[in-house]
Nanobody, 124 residues
Framework: QFQLTESGGGLVQDGSSLRLSCAVS????????WAWFRQAPGQEREFVAA???????YYSDSVRDRFAISRDSARNMMWLEMNSLKPEDTAVYYC??????????????????WGRGTQVTVSS
């Protein structure tokens, strides 16, 4: 079993950018699908972005054209580039992984491994 560790969160102003990182430890990257989810206080966890093991990328409507997911298998890293941040993007962001990932990657229960999260706060 491998572990995921998020980093890069912080407090930023409306319109700013942040890049979140997800580091993989304990196992080779291999043919995994990866995703970012977020959870704001008092709200359910929601899908943000995913990258299938084939390289296909998926985004929620709320972040499309502002966020970009990427990965580097050789470095065992995944990133979420967030631009034009808005106060409604404030949440704890989690990375997640699933072997292969043939299912709908927007569903949280698909994923086997989760990180502990990193806080992103966007002030107005």
């Amino acid at each position: 079993q491998f572990q995921l560790t998020e980093s890069g969160g912080g407090l930023v102003q409306d319109g700013s950018s942040l890049r979140l990182s997800c580091a993989v430890s304990g196992r080779t990257f291999g043919s995994y699908s990866w995703a970012w989810f977020r959870q704001a206080p008092g709200q359910e966890r929601e899908f943000v972005a995913a990258i299938r093991w084939t390289g296909d990328k998926y985004y929620s409507d709320s972040v499309r054209d502002r966020f970009a997911i990427s990965r580097d298998s050789a470095r065992n890293m995944m990133w979420l580039e967030m631009n034009s941040l808005k106060p409604e993007d404030t949440a704890v962001y989690y990375c997640a992984a699933v072997l292969k990932g043939l299912q709908d990657l927007r569903i949280g229960s698909v994923y086997d491994v989760w990180g502990r999260g990193t806080q992103v706060t966007v002030s107005s």
